[in-house]
């Protein structure tokens, strides 16, 4: 059975970092297209950040480019997430998501077809 599995998260003062990881089981992540989404209160799921399984070509939105990186280790079968210089804004709960058999990166949480149970970010002094 796929699953997926997110630690890392945490309380970090603004300015900060944290590195999300997501394990999986049950399947290979290296084949799949694996993306980084938050969801604050009251607001829709939204992407952080994705990377494809092709060519490993990757995607950011806006508000975390040059500040948030992505990666895999497949030896590991997890796919991480590197945060730094956090702000409040960051504060959400990060989930990660498997588009399997993806052919082209997809920003939008509905194409995804596995997801972890999420990990709780909080920026806050």
């Known amino acids: 059975q796929a699953q997926l599995a997110e630690s890392g998260g945490g309380l970090v003062q603004p300015g900060g970092s944290l590195r999300l990881s997501c394990a999986g089981s049950g399947f290979t992540l290296e084949y799949n297209t694996i993306g980084w989404f938050r969801q604050a209160p009251g607001k829709e799921r939204e992407v952080v950040a994705c990377?494809?399984?092709?060519?490993?070509?990757?995607y950011y939105a806006d508000s975390v480019k040059g500040r948030f990186t992505i990666s895999r280790d497949n030896a590991k079968n997890t796919v991480y997430l590197q945060m730094n210089r956090l702000n409040p804004e960051a504060t959400a709960v990060y989930y990660c998501?498997?588009?399997?058999?993806?052919?082209?990166?997809?920003?939008?949480?509905?194409?995804?077809?596995?997801w972890g149970q999420g990990t709780q970010v909080t920026v806050s002094s």
């Open positions: 990377i494809s399984s092709s060519d490993s070509s990757t």
């Open positions: 998501g498997a588009d399997i058999e993806a052919l082209v990166l997809s920003m939008i949480s509905a194409a995804y077809n596995y």
